[in-house]
């Protein structure tokens, strides 16, 4: 890797954290927990990095820590989606009511 | 880079896309299933592109696929059962656990690399670097999240665990970090710093957790979440994925807000939160235990209270943790039908704290097919206290104490509900028993409230047949 491709994961690191921020500022409190986990499923995309190093791996040592890291991986991706999807679930059973959430933008 | 490999690039891009859209679609209870639905997908795409990555390359093993296919599908199984069992009080503990194996996952991704470098000595601070910080956070938050769980749980106390020496460990850890960090990227094929700066920073994750009362694992469970994000945004610069790098940032940042807002609802700074609980730092902590209860506690019973109900205009619940323990969200929500059939203007005083995760309470009403325009936030609730005739509170102890008004004691200054401004006010609650603060609550004891000794469950349950029976 060269500097020019560093600089541009610094960058793209230094945005990420700033749309981060704004997206998330305007979330009402109602939705916290799901928004915890939500975000919480977001940072399973390290499966991806499992998979990689099981794609790389020779070493006895090597397959045990990808295969470790498969496990947590695939759990924290499939169980984090799906128990946001649970909680979101119960938020949308209500009767269609115009939504009165004055207290949105604090 | 070829073709594919530009080609599932893109795709990570597509999901990055994805991830933010998502995100922003959980601003409103409305569209926040689908953000999430949006969320996974993306995550879908990109796990699809990474397996055709993988086979374009062609370096991987036969053991390389088993290894890869049976992690993930135990992994996939384990974490859709637990996501389908979980009762809705336990979220927060798996939440915590889900947090753990990322962050886990993320530390191991940097130690594998480490360790599979054929020069390592040759890496450079380009991946020694992020490859320390990632095994740092990453090995913090494992073990740290899972004893935040274990303290949800109640397999760990939930009070401060103090021991002799602990400050001093805890500065003397992260002391440790540096030096590890420093000697893994001047060495970066140097064994000893690789485990010996894993070992310290999962030592570390257990004594930073541990001193913290369970009121206060929110906030904690909110700040491991921003930990685990910036250590997938290591492990992706070890990798070169910039994918885990707009991801992992992605949570970090939006972790970090959650954190701030939590803690302010409790009007607390972060800092204060890590560096000790409540009751740990001054003071004596006051006597808790069922003897010496106050003598000017007035008690009343479930047919008291309906009476009360059911003549009142407006009623005001106020649910806590003790709702969510006795899992009594449900009667709530029948005795709460029952007095709006009946013509009584109903709402809940949600506390941003109450509960145990940011908008816990919510989720809880939420399942009890409570409508969520009835749930009213702290500020919004506040000024319509005096109009309410009733103030029924249940299992909520710390968030409704008038005490954090005055200066001087565990929770002063702590944003609360003024439930001792309503008319009328009923505790349903099982004892005298303290909350996380350790102090007496001064809304017990006041001239219009009266205590209903009993289980939030079957409590609400008695009131719901006493009221039936008036207004049927």
């Given at each position: ?106 | ?296 506690v007035r008690q009343v019973s479930a047919d008291d209270v309906a009476i009360q ?115 009328s006010?009923v505790v349903i ?20 409230t009266g205590m209903f000794f ?19």
């Open positions: 890797m060269n500097d020019l491709d560093l600089l541009t994961a610094i960058t793209v690191f230094v945005l990420s954290v700033l749309v981060g921020v704004e997206v998330i500022s305007k979330v009402p409190a109602t939705l916290h927990t799901p928004l915890m986990s939500g975000s919480n499923s977001v940072h399973g995309i390290v499966v991806i990095g499992a998979m990689l190093i099981a794609a790389g791996s020779h070493t006895w040592l090597g397959y045990l820590l990808a295969f470790v890291a498969m496990v947590f991986g695939g759990m924290n991706v499939v169980g984090g989606y799906a128990v946001t999807d649970r909680m979101l679930e119960m938020f949308r059973a209500r009767p269609p009511e115009t939504p009165k959430n004055p207290k949105a933008e604090v | 880079m070829d073709t594919v490999s530009n080609a599932v690039h893109y795709v990570f891009l597509a999901t990055a896309v994805c991830f933010v859209l998502g995100l922003h679609l959980m601003n409103h209870p409305r569209t926040a299933r689908r953000g999430n639905a949006l969320s996974a997908g993306g995550m879908a795409v990109a796990i699809a592109a990474t397996v055709w990555l993988v086979i374009h390359e062609g370096t991987i093993t036969t053991t390389g696929w088993l290894v890869l296919a049976s992690g993930g599908l135990i992994g996939a199984a384990l974490g859709l059962y637990a996501a389908r069992e979980v009762r809705m009080t336990a979220m927060p503990q798996l939440v915590s656990v889900f947090n753990a194996v990322g962050g886990g996952a993320a530390a191991l991704i940097a130690v594998n690399d480490l360790l599979q470098a054929d020069d390592a000595a040759a890496l450079g601070a380009r991946v020694s670097l992020p490859g320390a910080l990632d095994i740092v956070i990453g090995a913090v938050t494992f073990s740290g999240s899972l004893i935040a769980a274990g303290k949800l749980q109640g397999v760990v106390s939930g009070a401060p665990v103090v021991f002799p020496g602990a400050r001093l460990l805890n500065v003397l850890l992260p002391a440790s970090f540096v030096a590890g960090t420093v000697w893994l990227v001047l060495a970066p094929d140097s064994r000893t710093a690789l485990y010996g700066l894993t070992a310290v920073a999962l030592l570390f994750g257990v004594t930073m957790v541990l001193p913290i009362g369970g009121a206060d694992m929110p906030v904690v469970i909110a700040l491991l979440n921003a930990f685990t994000g910036s250590a997938v945004a290591m492990a992706g610069f070890v990798l070169n994925e910039t994918a885990l790098i707009v991801a992992g940032m992605l949570v970090s940042s939006s972790g970090g807000i959650l954190t701030k807002l939590m803690a302010n609802a409790m009007n607390r700074s972060v800092v204060n939160i890590v560096v000790g609980g409540f009751g740990t730092g001054d003071g004596v902590p006051t006597a808790t235990g069922p003897g010496g209860a106050p003598a000017q109900l059911a003549y009142a205009r407006k009623v005001v619940f106020v649910p806590g943790y003790g709702l969510a323990a006795a899992q009594a969200q449900h009667e709530l929500g029948d005795l709460a039908k029952l007095l709006t059939d009946h013509g009584v203007d109903v709402s809940y005083a949600v506390h941003p704290v109450a509960g145990r995760m940011p908008g816990h309470m919510n989720v809880l009403l939420a399942e009890a097919n409570v409508p969520y325009t009835q749930l009213k936030e702290m500020d919004e609730v506040n000024p319509e206290f005096p109009q309410a005739d009733v103030a029924l509170v249940i299992g909520a102890n710390d968030v409704t104490n008038p005490a954090a008004r005055r200066p001087g004691n565990a929770i002063s200054g702590m944003p609360i509900l003024d439930v001792d401004k309503a008319k006010v609650k099982r004892s005298m028993g303290h909350g996380y603060a350790g102090i007496d609550n001064e809304l017990y004891t006041g001239p219009r009993t289980d939030a469950k079957r409590g609400l349950a008695e009131l719901k047949a006493a009221v039936g029976e008036f207004v049927g």
